[in-house]
């Protein structure tokens, strides 16, 4: 143990839902239904599941270790330069190669309260400094949300990096755009701020901002994307960074060189063009997010309103015995509590079957 460095060794490692057969043996149940880790209940597009097959003849050849096709028809989609692009092995990649890239010891990184969990671990493990910025108070219209005026407070002139969520996981809160631009405008040349935006095709908010369009006025700025939620290859890994290229020049300096794979490389091409699949994903969502809120609503049950994919709901008292009792009825959802959210529960949104039979489960848990 005491081999490892300092960072690593006090390292707590991200706890990834078990995987479903798993659950279900031990539980002795069966026909469960996961809405535990966010990902896309109609799956991927049909044309990206059709690519893999034609691939399958090929798997002795390395991919294409520079990703040419995938990030020339991203640079075009985005109206940017191929060289701003970084993929990665799931955006999970990009955020730790952001921090070896640009943090070590005697460097810090600020990131919110309740914010996604591989930021703290990716700043742990190259011993650099995490200094968390207090969230909105819970009675704030975006409770739990990022603050970014206290996250602002949080820099010092060890910041090489700051993690803004947007929309953030597990609150599903989210900053409009004028707010994230004069944040970005005010931070030190010399610091970088990453604008994690894993769900940010779900949001139909009308100021939430078209942050790759601010490349060119900030140098400093990376924005991450996955194909992980909307498109619905998280288990492919691919994820990418679009960010000034010299940016991305260190970043591929860092990365392995086959880090993406030539299955996810050429199911992502085709997902990117199938906008229909898109636009479905969202409906479903859109109208899975209103069928929960509604549901809680008549329940009296508080919840974190939630521009995602899945939304925190208060279950008003300790979560753990209802995430377990819950399990026991085949639903798997996901406590926060490591989070610092303890009464609440994260459920992703699933298609109105899936939803009905949650809430049916939880009204049978909480007695209702
Ligand atoms: N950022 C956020 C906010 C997330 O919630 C997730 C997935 N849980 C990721 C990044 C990483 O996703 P992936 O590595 O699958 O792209």
Redesign the pocket.
């Known amino acids: 143990q005491a081999l490892a460095n300092a960072g690593v060794q006090k390292l707590m490692p991200y706890q990834p839902g078990k995987p479903v057969e798993e659950l279900e043996r031990e539980l002795g149940i069966s026909e469960s239904i996961k809405l535990a880790s966010?990902e896309n209940p109609l799956g991927p597009s049909p044309r990206a599941v059709q690519a893999l097959g034609s691939l399958l003849d090929q798997l002795a050849q390395y991919p294409d270790g520079n990703g040419f096709a995938l990030r020339s028809r991203l640079a075009e989609k985005l109206s940017v330069e191929a060289e701003c692009i970084t993929l990665g092995n799931?955006?999970?990649d990009v955020?730790e190669l952001i921090a070896r890239a640009y943090l070590a010891p005697g460097r810090s990184a600020v990131f919110s309260a309740h914010a996604?969990a591989?930021y703290p671990l990716a700043v742990q493990a190259v011993g650099a400094e995490a200094r968390v910025a207090a969230a909105n108070a819970p009675d704030h219209a975006m409770p739990w949300g990022h603050d970014l005026s206290a996250m602002a407070d949080q820099v010092t002139e060890s910041t090489r990096v700051i993690f803004v969520?947007n929309p953030?996981?597990p609150t599903g809160t989210w900053v409009d755009g004028e707010s994230l631009h004069d944040f970005i405008a005010a931070q030190p040349a010399d610091t970088l701020v990453v604008v994690?935006e894993?769900y940010c095709e779900y949001v139909e908010e009308q100021d939430y901002p078209d942050t790759t369009r601010w490349l060119s006025e900030f140098p400093n700025l990376i924005v991450t994307r996955?194909f992980?939620k909307i498109h619905g290859l998280?288990g492919l890994r691919m994820?990418y960074a679009v960010s000034h290229p010299q940016v991305a020049d260190i970043l591929n300096r860092v990365r392995q060189p086959f880090n993406t794979n030539s299955l996810a490389q050429a199911a992502a091409l085709e997902a990117l063009d199938d906008e229909a699949h898109v636009h479905q994903s969202v409906q479903v969502n859109r109208e899975g997010l209103a069928q929960l809120t509604q549901a809680f609503n008549e329940r009296g049950l508080g919840y974190i309103p939630s521009v995602g994919n899945f939304i925190c709901v208060d279950v008003g008292s300790d979560a753990e015995p209802v995430y377990q009792a819950l399990l026991h009825q085949g639903v798997i959802v996901r406590p926060v509590g490591g989070y610092g959210l303890p009464q609440h529960l994260r459920v992703t949104v699933g298609r109105a079957h899936e939803n009905r039979r949650f809430i049916d489960a939880l009204d049978q848990v909480l007695n209702r």
């Open positions: 966010n799931g955006s999970n955020l996604f591989v969520a953030n996981n994690d894993a996955t992980s998280a994820g």
